[in-house]
């Protein structure tokens, strides 16, 4: 019983240091430091120049990227099972993930110049209600899944009390209905709607962008592997991330 309650703590502790990254994520995207709480964001803080700080922010991106997608495939998982208890191998990948984007951010170098900059009232409002409209979005899109086994608490509580795992049934409910990467969506959005993109903003936006659709490009194969044709048909008449556009066909 103490070895299942430890490795309910961890999770729980994987967990909660993700909720902290996620939080300053969504500061450092918006670009508004703030002395004491967020003192680096995309385009303010210290530089080395700006020939360095691309080549760096850019090794960062791909450090990120590659961490994501080699510890989701089905064949690493396989590898550290051998280490790794099954129960807490989602916490792990939580918690290495919240690694390597703090990571990220901690060492990101800021570089100057200005992509656009609207002055406007009306844009500017409209721009911000986008930036946290794409928050909520990936939000919302993680319960419509199911939150807790997405980060690994599911699956720490279950064997606590002594449960055997399930896997948590393939649905298409309200958002997966519209489109089938609605946490995309809201991450494309919240990258991109913000009423001042820097040189350095570009960079993350487009990097993140980039990392995205490769990790949908895997994520639905694996997925057409493991659910075949139920999966195959619903993606065949299901936009990927903006709602009546793009369509596969079958």
Not at 11 to 32: E, K, M, N, P, S
Not at 140 to 146: G, Q, S
Request: glycine share 8%; aromatic share 16%.
């Amino acid at each position: 019983m103490m070895s299942r309650l430890i490795a309910f703590i961890y999770g729980a502790a994987c967990y909660l240091f993700f909720l902290a990254v996620f939080a300053y994520l969504v500061a450092f995207v918006a670009d508004i430091p703030v002395s004491g709480l967020v003192p680096k964001t995309v385009s303010h803080g210290a530089s080395s120049g700006a020939g360095g700080a691309m080549v760096l922010n850019t090794l960062l991106i791909l450090l990120f990227g590659l961490q994501h997608s080699i510890m989701a495939r089905s064949g690493f998982k396989t590898f550290i099972q051998a280490a790794v208890a099954p129960h807490i191998e989602r916490s792990t990948y939580v918690l290495v993930s919240s690694l390597a984007l703090a990571l990220l951010m901690w060492q990101w170098q800021p570089i100057d110049g200005m992509v656009w900059q609207f002055e406007a009232t009306f844009a500017r409002y409209l721009l911000w209600g986008l930036f946290c409209f794409g928050w909520v979005l990936i939000f919302v899109a993680t319960f419509l899944t199911d939150h807790f086994d997405l980060f690994g608490l599911r699956q720490v509580y279950l064997n606590m009390v002594g449960k055997s795992y399930t896997n948590v049934e393939f649905k298409t409910v309200f958002l997966y209905k519209m489109m089938r990467h609605p946490m995309m969506s809201g991450m494309l959005i919240a990258l991109w709607a913000n009423p001042v993109m820097t040189m350095s903003h570009l960079l993350l936006s487009a990097g993140l962008s980039i990392y995205v659709f490769i990790g949908i490009h895997f994520e639905e194969r694996a997925l057409l592997r493991h659910l075949g044709d139920h999966y195959a048909q619903w993606r065949s008449k299901t936009p990927m991330v903006l709602p009546g556009w793009p369509r596969r066909e079958r």
